[in-house]
């Protein structure tokens, strides 16, 4: 079946360094979105792409769809400790009426 | 936009029992997922439910174990049916209001069994 990827599993940091997670669909994808999740929290939409080869930033993040649209990164700069939480990639799935989550990636941070 | 108000927000639980968890969305939607997060993993979903249909169930979740309700376009039940310690996680209600573009999340139900 279809298979989301997302690394690194975890990923620690020092306050002000960036941070990246890389997500990767074992099929091409209609469109990507992304969720982050606070500890104790449930999981919040953050952005959407659908266009190949997009990239859309939100202040301090920056989001990719690659060109063949299976894969996508977000890149967070100059961390901060309210970055804290597990960022998941999810894709609809292809023949079936549902979301495909990654495993996510937690971010924890060193003030 | 979508609102959930989903309850309990946690309890524990005697093994052998069962616990209902309730969603409320504040708008009509087609479809309300269940899901089950393990700590410090994914999201599982656990079945589909469908307003005037059975709900539909992923590959190792059956109907006995986890029966859901949805009696209207709002409203929709999950039952964790002869609990065990196994069972003890997160579960969490989800809807997409407008097709794939977002999902919104209920806050959660950490239920533990003991």
């Known amino acids: 079946g279809q298979q989301v990827m997302q690394i690194p599993q975890y990923q620690h940091v020092q306050e002000g360094e960036d941070f990246t997670t890389y997500c990767n669909s074992s099929?091409?994808?209609?469109?990507i979105q992304w969720y982050k999740q606070r500890p104790g929290g449930h999981p919040v939409f953050l952005i959407q792409?659908?266009?190949?080869?997009e990239v859309k930033k939100q202040k301090r993040l920056t989001f990719q769809f690659g060109e063949a649209k299976k894969n996508s990164s977000l890149h967070i700069t100059a961390t901060q400790t309210t970055d804290v939480g597990t960022y998941f990639c999810?894709?609809?799935?292809?023949?079936?009426?549902?979301?495909?989550f990654g495993q996510g990636t937690r971010l924890t941070i060193n003030p | 936009s979508a609102v959930i108000s989903q309850k309990p927000s946690r309890d524990i639980c005697q093994r052998g029992t069962s616990l209902t968890i309730q969603c409320q969305v504040d708008?009509?939607?087609?479809?309300m997922f269940w899901y089950r997060q393990q700590p410090g993993q994914s999201l599982t979903l656990i079945a589909t439910a469908n307003q005037g249909s059975e709900a539909t169930y992923e590959s190792g979740f059956v109907i006995d174990k986890f029966p859901i309700s949805r009696p209207n376009l709002t409203f929709s039940t999950l039952t964790v049916s002869n609990m065990s310690p196994e069972d003890s996680s997160i579960y969490l209600c989800?809807?997409?209001?407008?097709?794939?573009?977002?999902?919104?999340f209920g806050q959660g139900t950490r239920l533990t069994v003991v």
């Open positions: 708008s009509q939607v087609t479809m």
């Open positions: 989800s809807v997409s209001p407008q097709g794939w573009s977002e999902a919104f």
């Open positions: 099929t091409t994808l209609s469109n």
């Open positions: 792409l659908v266009k190949s080869g």
């Open positions: 999810a894709g609809p799935s292809q023949g079936a009426q549902k979301l495909v």
